[in-house]
């Protein structure tokens, strides 16, 4: 893209110039306390629909929650994994009950996605 500069008249300018790489930084933009109320916290309740309109949860902001990333160069491939993620889950939780090691300490690896850093043990059994 040409160079482009970022903010609103009164804000400070960003310049970005050609060539340059620009990321977001998802770990951190989904723990943002003024978006997330208790953002450390597994909450499954944010994404639940409406039971009476049956309408996805709204968000404070249109961005801050990017998974796959957003408009014209978000993941090509977002569909297709949440079918494939929710198919094998259900496929191990009907087979299997599932059960964490106690006592681990659970680091994040951050690179292109996320995972822990020492692997995550737990134990499944055939129901």
């Known amino acids: ?39 450390n916290e597994f909450d499954y309740t ?4 409406d039971p009476t309109t049956d309408l996805k949860p709204k968000l404070t ?10 408009g014209s160069r978000n993941c090509i491939g977002q569909n297709f994994a949440l079918i494939e993620a929710k198919v094998i889950l259900s496929m191990i939780l009907q087979r299997c009950n599932f059960q964490l090691e106690p006592g681990q300490k659970i680091v994040p690896d951050i690179r ?15 129901r």
């Open 61 to 70: 902001h249109p961005f801050c929650y990017l998974p796959f990333g957003a």
């Open 1 to 39: 893209i040409r160079e482009h500069s970022i903010g609103s008249e009164g804000q400070r300018q960003i310049r970005i110039p050609v060539g340059a790489v620009v990321s977001v930084n998802t770990y951190i933009l989904h723990r943002r306390e003024e978006f997330w109320p208790r953002p």
């Open 46 to 49: 944010r994404w639940l629909r």
């Open 112 to 126: 292109l996605t996320m995972k822990p850093k020492y692997g995550l043990r737990a134990k499944l059994t055939k």
